[in-house]
Every structure is written in structure tokens, then in C-alpha cells.
């Protein structure tokens, strides 16, 4: 079975190799990944929400263990740095894990000493992550959960990624991915001022 998948806006396309690692053998359509993978972050979730208090949120670690539980059972490259290159970003895949070192220990500094705003570090740490793009796919996905974390373990509100404004689904070609990708492009160029706003809009 050879699947083929549509890709949303500003999403990553797998490459064969990268296609090969999808576990369930029946799956051909679409709409049966979606539906596999967001049952496998609803798990996540749940794991997330047990485990909040007893991780270390900000290392390379919990990076790499937080995408494996939410596509483990899709996957089999889960939790595992991209080894291709793709056209979201200019991280080398040999520089993937000393640039998710970096941040981790840049946005440690940011909260020790307050250099921005909750809303603003938030904004930044997520822009990066995506930049970055650590995975083969599901990047968005991972580090919009992976922001959420850190808000909330510090107790600032969970960003609402634009729900409250902008309609459709973030994951899938609308309104609201289209700003989504819009500030994400303009905080490439250290703008960041839209995607603040987004994530609390």
C-alpha cells in the first residue's frame, strides 16, 4: 500500500523514507492518519497533564519525549530528529540538537531574568521550535503543545492559538492557518508583535 497524503499550507511533506515509518498498515486515506494521530495526542495529553509537575520542560530530553508520545503510535520515527532536509527553516539536521539546546537554555534566562513578557517569551520560544523544525513532520502540532506546557507550568494563560477570532482549523488549509503561518513568517524576520497577538486572539 502506497498512501498519499495532502498536505496543509506551510506543512512539511515526508519524504518515501520518512512515509515508510508509518506503523498501521491499513491506513490509505487521509482522514484515517488525521484520525490516528489525534488519538494519539489526545494520549499525549493525558500523559502530559499527569506528568507536568515532574518534568523538566526546558531540555532537549523532554523535547524529543513529548513528540514521541504524541505520534509513537503512527510513527516509528517518533521522538527522533529529522535526518532530511526540509524547506521550513535552515536548521542543518546535524545542528537540530545544539540548536534545541540553545533555546531550552536561552528561554531558561529569559524567564530567570524576566527579559520579555510571558506573552512575548512564549511567542518567541514557540517561533523557534518551528523553526528549528526537530521532526520529520508534526512540528506545529508539537510545539503548540510544548508551549502550552511551559505556560502552564508557570501559570500563565494557555495561548487559544486564535480560536477566539479567526475560523476552521488550525491544521488544516483556513482561515485561521493562514494567519497562523502569516505571523509565524513575520516573526522569522523578528517581527513578533502578530503572533503575540495570535496566540491569545
Known amino acids: 500500500m502506497?498512501?498519499?497524503?495532502?498536505?496543509?499550507?506551510?506543512?512539511?511533506?515526508?519524504?518515501?523514507?520518512?512515509?515508510?515509518?508509518?506503523?498501521?498498515?491499513?491506513?490509505?486515506?487521509?482522514?484515517?492518519?488525521n484520525a490516528l494521530e489525534q488519538q494519539n495526542i489526545l494520549a499525549a495529553k493525558n500523559w502530559l497533564d499527569l506528568s507536568l509537575r515532574k518534568k523538566e520542560l526546558l531540555s532537549e530530553a523532554f523535547t524529543r519525549e513529548l513528540h514521541s508520545k504524541m505520534f509513537s503510535d503512527v510513527w516509528r520515527w517518533a521522538g527522533k530528529y529529522r535526518t532530511s532536509q526540509k524547506s521550513i527553516g535552515s536548521v542543518l539536521p546535524s545542528q537540530i540538537s545544539t540548536d534545541v539546546h540553545l533555546l531550552m537554555k536561552n528561554v531558561q534566562v529569559w524567564i530567570l531574568h524576566q527579559s520579555y513578557s510571558w506573552p512575548e517569551i512564549l511567542a518567541r520560544f514557540h517561533h523557534r521550535l518551528v523553526y528549528i523544525h526537530p521532526f520529520a513532520n508534526g512540528n506545529g502540532r508539537y510545539s503548540r503543545l510544548h508551549t502550552e506546557a511551559l505556560a502552564n507550568r508557570f501559570h500563565q494563560s494557555t495561548p487559544t492559538w486564535g480560536a477566539q477570532q479567526f475560523s476552521g482549523v488550525i491544521d488544516f488549509n483556513s482561515e485561521i492557518?493562514?494567519?497562523?503561518?502569516e505571523s509565524l513568517q513575520q516573526a522569522d524576520n523578528k517581527k513578533f508583535s502578530s503572533l503575540i497577538s495570535f496566540l491569545y486572539s
Open 177 to 181: 492557518r493562514r494567519k497562523y503561518i
Open 2 to 33: 502506497n498512501p498519499k497524503f495532502v498536505y496543509p499550507g506551510g506543512a512539511t511533506p515526508l519524504d518515501p523514507d520518512e512515509l515508510n515509518g508509518l506503523i498501521p498498515d491499513f491506513v490509505s486515506l487521509q482522514s484515517e492518519l
